[in-house]
């Protein structure tokens, strides 16, 4: 699987375009619709369950409500925003496989070097970019392979595949055919091999014997293996392994034989933890999902913008704008171009879906009962909607649905999920969810298009689908799990799969079926709700989706099996119980096998799982899931103790660890034999005697099925009922033994592995019940005596004691469950208990002394044995100790007010309830009545008036009562309020008529009265202050009169309150009474203004005096009114009054005469006399006489209008008429006012005008343009007179004017033609119209019999024969149909066939180029062109066109009278004038060679340079001049040029097959000999120079061919050249080779091979010698430079090392081999520190040889020695830094080389061979003194070197 290693290419898939030929419109045949009536329509599973028959055949329906169902839109089209995601349309189906280049290109590597012996390119070029090859795989095999796309010509759709919507052209789709052919043929074929083997059954490990060692590489490499670093993989027994890899789906190290290592990333999967699971190790390299589907290249649906409806509608309405315009688009439209889209022929297109949107986070488009309903709903219509079953919301819960069972809301299945679509949105083919129904309801928007295809076809859909779409389906088996994949459905139907359409409708329901495929896309903007529901009928597929997560190792929403028990459970009706029976009756099937397997494999230990808090609802506790197949646990599991988190389902028991089986734990939540009751308890609904059912069925159970159960035991096999038989009897006698806990726990764990059992083991679970009670009550006896006896033996401490009531039930039961005899000896703990409960019950039923119960509770304490009556008595105790202590508390006080009465009456209450005899109660008692006696006095003197002494003398009395009494405390309280009043009142009268701060005063006084008025006693100031207050208003109301205008009634109304109250002679109120006077005495004037008509100056006066007088006056508004209503109406008036003045009024704002009318009538109303009404009233006269003028002037016009008959005395009239109008206009404008008279004038003025121009047209021939300029200005007529009799007669026959204007001006404008029919047809109605155009007529009889002549002409051109019909006659006939014809079929065919022989000339023109100049033709271009093509096939075949031997190539003319180079290699001749400067220069005598030769003698191609042979001008493409050719043949008359091209495309194919000679030959021949290929090349290059025309196919062999001679060529100089080739020069050159796929059996190839085999072979030993460190003799270093010397290559840097390698150092005579070394000061040779026994390094060494010693080195040591002596004996140190030894640099090696070799004597050499190479490498006789440098390693000149 995956990119690396594709599967076998399905053939015959898809077209040639990515898919299917899409057609104009998909020829789907459509799905059911259902119109349901109202009472249809109440109970939608009903509905759907009767339409389920006839529907489900098509897998989808659409369901139209009644027209009354039309629910609100819940949603806030302002506040509601969306997330979207961002939808590739162009990639749902032409996409790649999500590829990652590095895995493809490590998996083509090794395929690279492991087969073919090369290493993979760095880059493959295709149209100047870099080839992606793995695209280029994935296209191809999407397409069927190599063989299948070459053959149905698919290059175009591979390279849009691969490069998106590019265009491509015929030359680029062969090159990308040649690419791939190179590059990826061999690897297709070998994976396509590798899967042939896969599936007929390969097996990993088996090695057969014919087996290739390859094979086995490929069978073992996938075990679980450790990377060591190198490519090969040691694979490892499981037992000898670590578990050092884990598998990253389970997370377990286990099972490593079937462990898959990514070739990539090297994590591990076991191959059934894949997804889908594998049955065996694929062979070849395979690579992880992860690796193959790379972030960056991983197809899906990625988030995008969040938006609000406006803007997503926005969005959505620029989307199909820029679609389809402004226009509506058709479905058809809009569904072709979709499809265009998803098959890459668009381009790229990107779309906004609102999908998937939880309904419970951003709102649903139904009502909803929590949600708020909108103002615009009614409350009515919001709770309608919100029950209604129909709104999906309430669908999955409604009553037979199977989802009502589940608790928890699954988004998108018990939750609806919004979609917010646009235009080409999509949603991929998919199923629902647990193969669900789903149900969709379209709010609002565009329609919605679905695609279907039914349930029963759905495997085959699937195998369709995998076929058409097999690189998408290798990088992801679950391809259909994602939702990301459209597939044309015409490719479906192409392939027998029947597919079915719906449009929907806003307002329409869709609902499809259970594993129904469906997908589709939006048509526009939209808004759709869905949601899963399951009726009865679904129940066995949602069994078959769960066994297909199972299968995909996909997580499910919900547990299937869970589902099915909980529904069991429940009632449930006869409709649900037949499906629900069979698929219980599967699963009860499936647990009992899978059980029973497990128990014959030997996992006998089992447990139940806990129960259920809430049984009856599906989903409320979370189910472990398996660790395997990621499905729900929900009936059973397998769980181990080595990993108590893992758990896996029965059927991958082997897969959880590796411990033996009965290390296995069973868990299970039901037996079978309740899952086979959950069964009958449904089937009671069809079987009416349950009872006998089930004892029949339990019988057949038991005798015919689990008996069959058996496995090995010692001593044979055995049944499941025979070892429960076992287990029984051995229980039994269990109860007989005295009681053992761990011989009853090791019963009980052997009964484990019947428990899980069927009916047959009730018996079993039975005795485990007996078992388990037995134990428990042995283990509750023994535990309690141990409390007992523990206590006991310590006196209590911390330990628990044990309760009476549980040891007490223990020793209740009668008879005893086993034999435990110590249960005697708890008894009599027990009686003693009972007794002391009995004498403590006694105690406190009875009035006893606390001493008694004190010594009751020290008993109870000290018993070994819990009584819960201890309690009790302690509780008692301690009441009573606390009770006292009160009491005591109470009667102690002395502070007064301290005790509350509460407590005492408490206290006294408890005194009941104690039962204890004590003295404290009497004192108690003394303190209550005294407290009584105070509360009695108090209540007494708040019953009436309460006064302020008496009170006072009463409380003195009480000022000693310690108790806190309620009613004391609120006198005390009543006291101190009256006395803080008082205090108050005095502060205020202080200075009270002093203080100008009046409205504090009043608010102080205010306050205090109020405070009075509340007090509870009675204070004799009350009144005093009642007094004060009123004052005080009045003094505050004066103030606000002296700074606040108040009305004169107020200021004579506070005067009389001052005067009541004896202030008013106070100075504020004196003052106040003189403002008083003046008012009244100016409000008599006023009245007496206003009973008289005054000028405008009185009332102007009146108004001035009110200024001074600071009082709110009643005449005054009234004064002002009136004077304010004169200046308005003169205000008004103005513009009336300038008019009078004026002569010559404003015409641009005009009056109006009901205005004026208005002002007049005002005027007579007002109260003041004014001279401007007068004036008014002349006006108003002189506007009326006006209008009355004017309304007599248009009766007359009217007159004229209603005229029928024209007469010709009509225009005199007409002109005096409107003489008149246009001065009674006149008139009227000059008065200024709007009169509506005016446009009535102006309008039959310009009426008049028109009808007497219209009249003059009828004794003339007027021009088009006046024509339609008088129509025009008919349309502006007044409605009123063009509807009357004149002017209707006129306009008729100006409409016929224009009408035959237009047919005889067609020849002459360019108007759209008339039709002769119509021109005669415009001619007869000449007669009926009132008036008559005589000229006119004339002229279109004229025209229409032109007409006719010119057609006649046209007949006969076309009946002559075809060498008759001329271009030239043609064009005639075409410049007369111009200028004469009408609109007819003989014109159009004539025009149409112009135009096409001209635009082919056009194209002839543009083609040919600057071939043509201004002077020449067409035609002399073409003869130009074949002049060439002559000449290039003379040079082909110098003997086809002529025998005559000199002449010149160039211009093709004889040589003998000009002057002529001949090539001394081609013969060909030349003037001297076509070669032109290049043969100045050039002697005749010496020989000559043609540029072209020149370039293939020296072995370089040199075209497009401007040869001497090449063609001047443009060079016309073959192919095109040959489309040209195959347009012209359909002419319908003769042309020369046509003949012309013929003959030079015949030409240029003949020149095209000798060149395909001459390419075939040269691209043949292998041979050693270029000079054969060299002669025809030249010939094929001067005839394609000479040619003027272009062959693509032509020119791009001979590239191929040029550059192989090229190659050759240069190889051929490298090989025989006088400097040998260096191994790099020699393996470019083969690089070349193998990119122009130059054949192995090439002569050159052959020779580059070999000398390239031998370098590499001798380089590689030298090197091995150079670091042998003198491992090898010098005879055979020698032999090896000489052998490398005569090599063909150059090797020097080889023969360098070995000669280094042959130098000799030291007294041993050893090449250098890492030792230390040091180096004499004198002769500068080398010396090891061991051959000359120094330990460390002297300062200055001198080696022997250059300083002989005396045989007494005692006696006469040199300097160095004694040094060398003493380094030598000294203790080892580390040296200082300019001790050290430093490493020898490449300088003073190569000085050292310098040194020794011109030293050499050759004398005493051999001069050859070895002896002369031992000689250079001697030691040096003769030494100079160098200064001594110290080195360890030379190792660093060797690395230079290398």
């Known amino acids: 699987m995956g990119k690396g290693r594709p599967r076998a290419v399905e053939k015959g898939v898809l077209g040639q375009n990515g898919g299917v030929s899409l057609p104009e419109s998909l020829n789907i045949p459509s799905g059911p619709v259902y119109y349901p009536t109202e009472d249809e329509f109440r109970d939608p599973l009903e509905y759907i369950y009767r339409i389920r028959p006839e529907a489900e055949r098509y897998g989808i329906c659409r369901i139209v409500p009644p027209k009354s169902w039309k629910p609100p839109f819940a949603l806030n089209w302002d506040s509601f925003t969306f997330p979207t995601k961002t939808q590739a349309i162009h990639q749902l189906q032409a996409r790649p496989a999500a590829c990652d280049s590095k895995t493809f290109e490590l998996e083509y590597s090794r395929f690279l070097e492991n087969h073919c012996g090369k290493k993979l390119r760095k880059k493959v070029v295709f149209e100047g970019e870099e080839l992606d090859l793995c695209k280029l795989f994935n296209g191809v095999k999407r397409y069927g392979g190599y063989d299948k796309v070459v053959k149905e010509k698919k290059w175009g759709a591979v390279s849009r595949f691969v490069r998106s919507a590019r265009k491509i052209s015929e030359c680029a789709k062969h090159v990308l055919c040649q690419l791939y052919r190179e590059h990826l043929y061999d690897y297709e074929n070998y994976y396509n091999r590798l899967n042939q083997k896969a599936g007929s059954g390969y097996k990993r490990g088996l090695h057969e014997k014919g087996k290739s060692e390859h094979e086995a590489e490929f069978s073992g490499s996938k075990r679980r293996r450790r990377n060591n670093g190198s490519d090969k993989v040691k694979v490892c027994k499981v037992e000898e392994e670590e578990r050092d890899q884990i598998c990253e789906q389970c997370r377990s190290g286990l099972h490593g034989e079937v462990m898959l290592l990514c070739d990539r990333c090297n994590k591990g999967w076991h191959i059934y933890c894949l997804s ?81 949107l939880d309904t419970s986070v951003y709102g649903s488009g139904f009502p909803r009962a929590n949600d708020q309903r909108p103002q615009t709903v009614e409350a009515k219509v919001w709770d309608e909607y919100c029950d209604s079953p129909w709104n999906i919301n309430n669908l999955p819960k409604l009553e037979g649905s199977m989802l009502r069972a589940v608790h928890q809301n699954i988004t998108g299945v018990m939750v609806p999920w919004l979609y917010m679509g646009m235009l080409f949105s999509a949603f991929c083919w998919h199923f629902e969810d647990h193969c669900l129904y789903s149900m969709n309801y379209l709010h609002w928007g565009e329609p919605k298009c679905w695609y279907s295809v039914p349930g029963s076809e759905a495997r085959a859909f699937e195998k369709v689908m995998q076929k058409s779409l097999p690189d998408l389906f290798d990088a992801q088996p679950d391809l259909l799990f994602q939702l990301v994949t459209m597939l044309n459905p015409s490719v479906l139907q192409e392939h027998g799969v029947p597919v079915y359409s719906i449009l929907q409708e806003p307002g329409n329901f869709v609902i499809t079926f259970p594993r129904s495929y469906h997908g589709g896309f939006n048509l526009g903007l939209n808004c759709a709700e869905a949601v899963n529901f399951a009726p009865a009928d679904w129940l066995p597929h949602g069994g078959i989706g769960a066994e297909r997560y199972q299968q995909y190792h996909k997580a499910a929403v919900l547990s299937h099996e869970e589902l099915l028990c909980v529904v069991a459970k429940n009632d449930c009706s006869s409709r649900v119980s037949p499906y629900l029976k069979k698929e219980l009756l599967r699963i009860y099937d499936k647990e009992k096998n899978w059980r029973e397997q497990l128990w014959k494999n030997g996992i006998i230990k089992s447990s139940p799982m806990s129960p259920r808090k809430h049984p009856e609802y599906v989903g409320t506790e979370e189910d472990p899931t398996c660790i395997i197949c990621k499905q729900y646990l929900y009936l059973s599991a397998v769980v181990c103790h080595c990993r108590p988190s893992a758990f896996v389902c029965l059927e991958h028991w082997e897969r959880l660890c590796e411990c033996k089986s009965n290390k296995l734990c069973l868990l299970y939540r039901h037996t079978l034999a309740e899952l086979y009751d959950l069964v009958l308890t449904v089937d009671k609904y069809s079987c009416e005697d349950m009872e006998g059912s089930r004892s029949i069925r339990k019988q057949t159970s038991r005798s015919s099925e689990l008996n069959a159960v058996t496995k090995k035991v010692k001593g044979g096999h055995a049944t499941l009922d025979q070892l429960a038989a076992q287990w029984l009897l051995q229980s039994c006698k269990i109860f007989q033994n005295p009681f053992s806990s761990e011989a009853y726990a090791a019963v009980l764990k052997e009964a484990e592995q019947f428990l899980w059992a069927g009916s047959e083991m009730d018996p079993v679970r039975d005795m485990v019940k007996k078992l388990i009670e037995a134990h428990k009550w042995a283990e509750g006896i023994r535990d309690c005596l141990s409390k007992v006896e523990n206590w006991s033996r310590h006196f209590g401490g911390d ?89 005591q508390k109470c009667i102690s006080e002395k502070r007064p007010a301290t005790v509350e009465v509460d407590i005492i009456h408490k206290l006294k209450s408890e005194i009941l309830e104690i039962q204890v005899q004590l003295p404290e109660k009497e004192m108690l008692l003394d303190l209550l009545r005294q407290a009584e006696l105070c509360r009695a006095q108090c209540a007494e003197i708040l019953k009436g008036p309460i006064s302020l002494k008496n009170l006072e003398v009463l409380l003195q009395e009480l000022n000693s009562c310690t108790v806190n009494i309620p009613e004391l405390k609120l006198l005390r309280q009543y006291h101190a309020a009256a006395l803080l009043w008082i205090s108050r009142f005095n502060d205020v009268l202080v200075n009270i008529n002093e203080r100008e701060d009046y409205h504090n005063v009043v608010d102080e006084l205010n306050s205090i009265l109020t405070d009075g008025e509340s007090l509870r006693i009675q204070v004799d100031e009350l009144p005093l202050a009642k007094v004060e207050l009123k004052k005080a208003c009045c003094r505050e109301k004066a103030i606000k009169a002296c700074h606040t205008k108040m009305s004169l009634d107020f200021i004579q109304q506070l005067m009389m309150e001052a005067a009541v109250l004896q202030i008013e002679r106070q100075k504020l109120f004196v003052d106040m009474t003189g403002v008083l006077a003046a008012a009244v005495h100016w409000e008599e004037r006023a009245k007496d203004v206003l009973a008289h008509e005054a000028p405008m100056c009185d009332f102007e006066d009146v108004i001035r005096a009110s200024e001074d007088i600071f009082v709110i006056l009643p005449s005054l508004n009234d004064i002002k009114d009136i004077v304010l209503i004169a200046k308005s109406w003169l205000k008004k008036s103005k513009p009336f009054l300038m008019s009078a003045s004026s002569s010559a009024p404003d015409s641009s704002s005009l009056l109006e005469v009901k205005t004026l009318k208005d002002l007049v009538s005002q005027s007579k109303i007002l109260k003041i006399s004014l001279e401007e009404s007068r004036v008014l009233e002349t006006v108003l006269k002189n506007c009326e006489e006006w209008e009355h003028e004017a309304r007599s002037l248009l009766q007359d016009a009217g007159c004229i209008f209603g005229l029928s008959n024209i007469g010709d005395c009509l225009i005199s009239k007409m002109e005096c008429i409107i003489s008149t109008m246009e001065s009674v206009t006149k008139s009227g404008l000059s008065l200024g006012f709007d009169f509506r008279e005016i446009p009535e004038l102006q309008g039959d003025c310009s009426a008049l005008q028109w009808c007497k121009k219209a009249l003059s047209f009828c004794s003339g021939a007027p021009s088009l343009e006046d024509v339609e300029n008088l129509v025009k200005d008919a349309e502006q007529l007044p409605h009123e007179r063009a509807s009357g009799p004149l002017c209707r007669s006129l306009i008729d026959g100006i409409g016929w004017l224009k009408q035959a204007s237009e047919a005889i001006s067609v020849s002459h404008f360019s108007f759209k033609r008339c039709k002769l029919s119509d021109a005669e047809k415009v001619l007869a109605e000449s007669q009926s119209f009132d008036v008559s155009f005589p000229v006119m007529v004339g002229q279109l009889e004229n025209a229409i019999h032109k007409h006719k002549l010119w057609r006649e002409q046209v007949h006969q051109f076309f009946n002559r024969k075809y060498e008759d019909r001329s271009w030239s006659l043609m064009l005639e006939l075409k410049e007369l149909g111009s200028a004469d014809a009408f609109s007819c079929s003989e014109l159009d065919m004539l025009l149409s066939k112009v135009e096409k022989v001209e635009k082919w000339m056009k194209r002839c023109i543009d083609v040919l180029g600057t071939s043509i100049g201004d002077k020449n033709s067409l035609l002399d271009a073409l003869r130009k062109i074949k002049q060439t093509l002559d000449r290039s096939l003379y040079m082909y075949d110098k003997s086809r066109v002529c025998e005559v031997g000199n002449l010149c190539v160039c211009c093709s003319s004889d040589t003998e009278n000009l002057g002529f180079l001949t090539c001394s290699t081609c013969m060909d001749c030349y003037h001297l004038r076509c070669l032109g400067p290049m043969a100045t220069n050039s002697n005749h005598g010496e020989v000559y060679i043609c540029p072209y030769c020149q370039f293939l003698e020296g072995g370089s191609i040199c075209q497009n340079k401007g040869g001497p042979l090449r063609f001047g001008g443009k060079r016309p493409e073959l192919q095109v001049l040959v489309e040209l050719l195959s347009d012209a043949e359909d002419f319908f008359l003769w042309i020369e040029e046509r003949d012309a091209l013929k003959q030079l495309v015949d030409q240029a194919l003949a020149c095209r097959t000798c060149l395909t000679e001459i390419l075939d030959f040269a691209l043949a021949y292998f041979d050693k000999d270029l000079s054969i290929v060299s002669e025809k090349l030249t010939t094929a290059i001067k005839a394609i120079e000479v040619a003027g025309l272009y062959d693509h196919q032509g020119n791009c062999n001979l590239d191929l061919a040029f550059a192989r001679y090229s190659w050759r060529f240069k190889v051929n100089t ?38 390239k085999r031998l370098a590499l072979l001798w380089a590689e030993h030298a090197k091995k010698v150079a670091a042998d460190s003198g491992a090898v003799s010098l005879d055979k270093v020698f032999e090896l430079i000489m052998e490398g010397e005569s090599l063909p290559v150059y090797v020097q840097k080889e023969i360098k090392l070995l000669r280094t390698r042959s130098i000799l150092y030291c007294i041993c005579r050893k090449p250098y081999d890492q030792r230390a070394m040091i180096a004499c000061d004198q002769c500068d040779e080398w010396y090891h520190f061991d051959c000359i026994k120094l330990l460390s390094s002297p300062k200055v060494y001198i080696c022997p040889a250059c300083n002989p010693q005396t045989e007494d080195l005692s006696t006469t040591p040199s300097v160095g020695h004694d040094r060398s002596i003493c380094a030598r004996l000294a203790e080892p140190e580390t040296p200082p830094k300019h001790m050290r030894l430093i490493k020898k640099t490449i300088k003073a090696e190569s000085s050292l080389r310098e ?48």
């Open 276 to 356: 889908p699971p594998l049955n065996q190790v694929p062979p070849g390299n395979w690579y992880c999902l992860e690796c193959l589907n790379s972030d960056e290249d991983c197809f899906g649906f990625v988030p995008g913008k969040r938006y609000s409806l406006e803007a997503f509608r926005r969005v959505a309405d620029r989307a199909k704008k820029r679609w389809f315009g402004s226009v509506s688009a058709s479905r058809v439209q809009i569904e072709k171009k979709f499809w265009e889209i998803v098959e890459g022929l668009v381009g790229e297109v990107e779309v906004m879906y609102g999908s998937d």
């Open 799 to 887: 330990l628990e004691k044990i309760h009476y009531e549980y040891v007490n039930e223990l020793l209740s039961i009668n008879p005893v469950p086993c034999n435990e005899a110590r249960h005697l000896k708890l008894k009599e703990y027990v009686t003693e208990a009972s007794l002391l409960i009995r004498e403590i019950d006694n105690a406190l039923s009875t009035c006893s002394k606390i001493s008694e119960l004190e010594s009751l509770y020290s008993r109870a304490c000290g018993l070994p044995i819990y009584v819960k009556e201890s309690e009790q008595l302690s509780l008692k105790i301690s009441s009573v100790k606390v009770w006292i202590e009160s009491v």
């Open 1614 to 1651: 490298l090989l025989e050249g006088l400097q040998k080739p260096t191994i790099q020069q020699i393996q470019q050159h083969l690089k070349e080779g193998l990119a122009m796929n130059i054949p192995p059996e090439d002569y050159y190839r052959k020779r580059l091979t070999e000398a």
């Open 1795 to 1842: 040194k020794i070799l011109p030293i050499t004597d050759h004398n005493n050499s051999s001069g050859v061979g070895i002896e002369r190479l031992r000689w250079r490498n001697r030691k040096p006789f003769r030494r100079a003194a160098k200064k001594r440098a110290e080195v360890t390693s030379l190792s660093p000149f060797f690395h230079t070197q290398q």
